[in-house]
């Protein structure tokens, strides 16, 4: 239902404060305040809260040049499973660093259910195959990570119930307390010096925009004859970048 949303985003890139978090404030990891077992959500909360689902995202994340945000649209399909990402013009995402691709236009990053990442252009007249395979993210990720519960914490003012699940690095997932259990952020403290700049990486989920609605398994295709391995001009430690970045998401 908000598969034509990415184009009408707009972006907003900008310096996030050089990894000091900028808007949001830090340290996140002060925020969490543990309470009483008694208040433990029932049940571990699935990717998003829906099997499928679309919404813009506010991601933050470290470049070279320091913490950088800007809004692209999120869709996920876990009956496919999939999950695409619309970047617009002035990103900077990891992914979409190709030599195909011009550098900061509009990218999508297609995650497929063969492992593979796809980026592309906006028509898909550009497509190829992200060197290392990294796949949607699983619906039960958190469970299947061992999540564990840390109690409420407080986004932007807003109570929120945290997890935390241990990655490479330890990733925090929050969703709100309304009973309806929104998707509110994700986050995790960037630390590996041999792949990526260090710093904040947030995902903040516009719930205005958030949608439980059936994602079109369509939108989740990919061009034919789409084969060729991206060139991927990241600097770092390309062998390195499943295992530290994506497998807590997996």
């Known amino acids: 239902a908000l598969a034509g949303l990415a184009a009408a985003a707009s972006p907003v890139v ?25 208040d433990t959500p029932v049940s571990l909360p699935t990717w998003g809260g829906a099997n499928q689902w679309a919404c813009h995202v506010n991601l933050t994340d470290p470049t070279p040049e320091g913490n950088k945000t800007w809004m692209f649209q999120y869709s996920y399909n876990a009956d ?14 990891q992914l979409c660093q190709v030599e195909e691709l011009e550098p900061h236009e509009p990218c999508t990053v297609i995650n497929r259910p063969d492992g593979n990442a796809y980026v592309m252009n906006t028509d898909g007249s550009v497509c190829c195959q992200f060197p290392v395979p990294i796949g949607p993210v699983r619906y039960d990720w958190v469970s299947a990570s061992s999540g564990v519960y840390t109690g409420i914490s407080d986004f932007e003012g807003t109570a929120v119930d945290t997890w935390q ?10 969703q709100s307390r309304d009973g309806k259990a929104l998707p509110v952020a994700y986050w995790e403290w960037a630390t590996f010096p041999k792949i990526h700049e260090q710093g904040l990486k947030q995902w903040e ?15 989740f295709e990919v061009p034919a004859g789409c084969t060729s391995q991206c060139k991927w001009k990241h600097p770092r430690g390309a062998e390195l970048a499943r295992t530290a970045l994506f497998n807590a998401r997996h």
């Open 14 to 38: 900008g310096d996030g404060g050089g990894g000091d978090g900028g808007r949001l404030g830090l340290p996140r990891a002060a925020l969490g305040v543990p309470i009483g077992t008694g």
């Open 80 to 93: 496919v499973p999939a999950d695409r990402y619309d970047h617009p013009e002035g990103q900077v995402d």
């Open 165 to 174: 699940i241990q990655g490479q690095a330890v990733n925090h997932w929050e």
């Open 205 to 219: 989920f516009m719930l205005d925009t958030y949608a439980r609605a059936s994602q079109d398994p369509a939108h």
